[in-house]
């Protein structure tokens, strides 16, 4: 286990992004697919699918009922007076209602079991080539009737600038608790814009995780260059019923729209990292985000429950 | 030709809205469809299916050289300056572009054209059972990338309310100049929610129109009637290429999401009354809004261009 008092110092910044006159593509310099066929559950197939198009969508990983405890339970942590009020907590700006709780493995036992599920973390590991952290874990509930959209970002830019992750050698895990219709504001990707790196303009300000969890302002794509990548791959829709799964690359282009249908939608979140991939030192030169958005102190590897 | 000043005093109010304590469903006192089969081209599916649902979408009612030539002509009235400072003229809050620009029929010839289409017209006059005339004209802009969305709303509910439309005796067109896709921000509507009248709570502010183009206060119909509607009938999305044209009933219960998607979303919307059903004082007992978004003079047949 590397603490924070050991993390590395920068290396070489293979990513720079904000602060620059222009926003600016430039190709992505690792791999996708970090592991092979021989690693793990995935076919030759699906791993050519994850490279081509940076997610994949899996129907019914999960039960009818492991959806109805897992919900249960995230419904349970947000009207958990004693959660309310930390600061692992994030509410909606006008509705005051819990959004998105982090960190959730440490403060639901059930909530770490379903992040240690042994078919997501064998996922995980064949795409990571070998093991992996929790970069963050959280359970999200967007509302319905009232929904906020989400606009367009990749994680990695974020996760580069903000919180000291090197490479691209990190996924994101999206475990659906309630089912996901073309109507309610389901994920959207845009294949294949993994491939290349968006820099964006504009300096990070401080502090700007408390209002960019509400509300992006800086890392924020330009519109040619998302009329570029969508006029190259298209846009497509993780749809599904509860219970289905979404692996998707941590520099895919991914957003979402607002929500006015009666249905909301919740899911577990996680962040696999690398073992060989742990934060340094933020890119953009501030202070780090807190460790329950962006783990700082524990690479130890994720043990299947 | 019914003028202004002989407009028929209100009679009885069929379906009183807000200023209630409660929110209020009642069935529908007038029919779907007022004509019949003989009276124009749609069939007996067609006229059913209308009946059921509350609209109905027809794919290829113009085809690319018309869609393209109406198209122009849109971007040509968004850019007018002439028209910029215009009442008729409505801008996103945020951003200043041009949203929608009301009685499009006396602002462009080619438009007035479209409004009058044989194709258009005949289906508003079997829907109607008889002779209609525009109770509101207007062209639609739905910016990609920052697209708003429009919350749930009867069109008549707010008709009847504050135009003075006595009975749900009216259709509006949509004819969509650009491809309408699930993830757009396209029409949601809830099939068999114009069987029932939702009256609201919360008065009628004066004025109210020029805030209500932007954003809704009033006749915003509640969670639960809303979860009622949905879950009898549920969502479904008038999705079409360019030049597809939807039929919707006025008092189906319609709304949209917003559109992050780098592809706006453009039509021309015509709203036909029946000649036997021309506006009255507004129920809700204030000025009426004016003639550009609501018709108060002119009820004369529209004609075949």
Redesign the interface.
């Known amino acids: 286990m590397t603490t924070a008092t050991e993390a590395t110092p920068r290396s070489e910044d293979l990513y720079p992004s904000r602060g620059l006159p222009e926003p600016r593509l430039a190709p992505r310099k690792d791999p996708v697919v970090h592991g092979s066929v021989e690693d793990g559950p995935l076919d030759v197939v699906h791993l050519r699918r994850y490279e081509q198009n940076g997610f994949l969508t899996f129907e019914g990983m999960f039960d009818d009922d492991e959806v109805a405890r897992y919900l249960a339970e995230l419904q349970r942590l947000r009207g958990d007076e004693a959660l309310a009020d930390r600061p692992e907590t994030i509410t909606e700006p006008e509705s005051g209602q819990v959004r998105s709780i982090f960190a959730v493995h440490r403060q639901s036992e059930l909530m770490e079991r379903l992040c240690r599920d042994r078919g997501v973390v064998e996922i995980a590991r064949q795409l990571l080539g070998g093991d992996v952290y929790f970069h963050q874990t959280r359970v999200n509930y967007k509302s ?2 009232r929904g906020k ?1 989400f ?2 970002h990749s994680d990695f830019e974020t996760w580069h600038q903000e919180d000291g992750m090197p490479r691209m050698r990190a996924v994101s895990c999206s475990i659906s608790l309630t089912d996901n ?3 309610n ?1 389901p994920l ?1 990707l845009i294949p294949g814009s993994h491939q290349e790196f968006l820099a964006c303009v504009g300096e990070t300000p401080e502090n700007h995780y408390q209002k960019s969890l509400q509300k992006q302002e800086y890392g924020v794509p330009d ?1 040619e260059s ?2 570029a990548m ?2 190259k791959g298209g ?1 497509e ?1 993780a749809t599904g019923k509860a219970g289905s799964v979404t692996f998707f690359e941590c520099n895919v282009m991914h ?9 909301p939608r919740s899911n577990c979140f996680i962040v696999f990292n690398s073992v060989e991939n742990a934060v340094v030192d933020p890119y953009c030169g501030l202070e780090p985000r807190p460790g329950f958005i962006a783990e700082r102190d524990d690479f130890s590897p994720v043990e299947i429950a």
Chains 1, 2 share one sequence.
């Not at 979402?256 to 009666?262: D, L, M, Q, V, Y």
Request: charged residues 10%.
């Open positions: 319905g009737f959209e606009y367009w219709s073309p109507h504001g959207l519109d998302l009329a969508v006029e846009i829709a957003g979402s729209n607002s929500n006015i249908t009666p249905w």
